[in-house]
């Protein structure tokens, strides 16, 4: 007879279909927003490609509501975030699922954000959308291996450069935003600018890095200001969706520059920059075939030589200072952490806290999302030892989660000011 034991119940994976070439004709494909200057840039690209493309708009405590109902809540807030905003925009009426696709990043590496496509998917199919196409933004898609979207050199320049202007204009605009004599002057010449740049996009106008470029800072170093430099500089560093996000860092930018602050916002391409020295830095301590150390310092060096040229303009410029290399970085975090920690923002959140502090911004805002462990390490890990290297960091770690109420975030952020403008030199 037969000896009956109980089978283990293996769940079926949650599938979702594959975007197609026929897809690209039909569906519009959502991405949920991030940085709202580089994704209308980002936006254009896929245009351009001959996609209908929509990068949301930003979160409300609705999109946060959604993301608890479909992702567990012990997950990290960035994945309730993004998660909630598409199944938000699905079920909002507003797009037919039989013409929607969902796009999400997924980095592949160490954290939650490698299972960010997993957790749509789930939450797709548990909304009723499992018909709907998830297409993972990976390496996978650069490297050509998303059918319906065929990413050549053409396209990935363009997401460069989307992400060179977006710095460049969120950096300018921070710098010149609390002096503007002219109330909502700077953001008007941002939308301006990102019109001029999705326009070029879109037409495939040729045009040269440093033109370009060297109108906008033109544009920004003669807009009338008033007070210059008068207020004590703030830095924000962390997570990335929580650092850049308005609606999920609950409009953090705005806050300080109310509370008399100038905010400074280290840049995306650091990060990406940071996703490439990955192999070139772990190639110090373990295997990693040399083709791939290879590639990697070859794009570390494409993109600086590009990135040359803004600091070029930017050193003539004649209130803006040119942006540090990822070499100078990298030298900065070694003494404090191995550059082999790579997950969530690894090294990078170290080595950005420390950049601050040395160009003279010593007021830090380090945002730490709920359930990120990485960023506790490389974050709040390293602060005992920043305040003994450096006595004059001010530098205060501010929580998100659902749940977190927003008293509790600017009192923090009060303090931390208080004491910015009582050191600010007179
Ligand atoms: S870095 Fe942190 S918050 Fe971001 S996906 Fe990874 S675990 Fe989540």
Redesign the pocket.
């Given at each position: 007879m037969p000896i009956l034991i109980d089978q283990p119940v293996v769940k079926q994976p949650h599938r979702t279909p594959e975007f197609t070439a026929h897809d690209k004709e039909i569906r519009t494909i959502l991405c949920p927003q991030m940085a709202p200057i580089h994704f209308a840039l980002f936006q254009a690209v896929f245009e351009n490609h001959g996609c209908r493309f929509e990068v949301l708009p930003e979160v409300d405590r609705g999109a946060v509501e959604e993301g608890l109902r479909y992702v567990n809540n012990d997950?990290?807030?960035?994945?309730i975030v993004v998660v909630g905003q598409l199944i938000q925009a699905l079920k909002s009426g507003k797009y037919d699922p039989d013409r929607t696709a969902l796009m999400i990043s997924q980095?592949c590496g160490g954290?939650?954000?490698t299972n960010?496509a997993t957790f749509l998917k789930i939450a797709a199919a548990k909304a009723g959308f499992h018909h709907v196409p998830v297409i993972p933004f990976s390496v996978d898609i650069a490297n050509g291996n998303t059918k319906g979207i065929n990413v050549n050199y053409k396209m990935l320049k363009k997401m460069f450069l989307a992400f060179l202007y977006g710095d460049l204009l969120q950096k300018l605009s921070n710098s010149c935003r609390p002096y503007e004599t002219v109330r909502g002057s700077v953001n008007a010449l941002v939308e301006i600018w990102i019109n001029r740049l999705r326009k070029a996009i879109l037409s495939n106008e040729k045009h040269h890095v440093a033109d370009f470029a060297a109108r906008i800072v033109h544009d920004f170093d003669t807009i009338e200001l008033t007070g210059e430099r008068t207020r004590p500089q703030v830095g924000i560093v962390g997570?990335?969706?929580?650092k850049y996000h308005p609606g999920a860092n609950n409009h953090l930018i705005s806050l300080i520059e109310q509370e008399g602050g100038e905010v400074v916002v280290p840049n995306i391409l650091d990060f990406m920059l940071y996703c490439l020295t990955s192999d070139e830095q772990r190639k110090r301590y373990s295997h990693v075939p040399f083709l791939a150390g290879l590639k990697s310092s070859a794009g570390v060096w494409l993109i600086e030589r590009q990135r040359n040229k803004i600091r070029n303009i930017l050193q003539k410029s004649r209130r803006f200072a040119p942006m540090g290399t990822i070499r100078h970085l990298i030298q900065l975090a070694e003494p404090i952490v191995s550059t082999c920690n790579h997950?969530?923002?690894g090294w990078l959140l170290t080595a950005e806290m420390v950049e601050l502090i040395e160009e003279g911004i010593p007021n830090i805002v380090c945002v730490q999302?709920f359930?990120?462990?990485?960023?506790h390490v490389t974050g709040k890990g390293v602060l005992k030892e920043l305040r003994s290297r450096y006595a004059n960091a001010n530098i205060t770690t501010i929580d998100y989660d659902p749940g977190s109420t927003e008293v509790n975030q600017l009192n923090r952020i009060k303090l931390l000011m208080a004491v910015a403008l009582r050191n600010l030199p007179k």
């Open positions: 997950v990290c807030y960035p994945a980095t954290c939650r954000s960010y997570e990335i969706l929580v997950t969530g923002e999302p359930g990120c462990l990485p960023n």
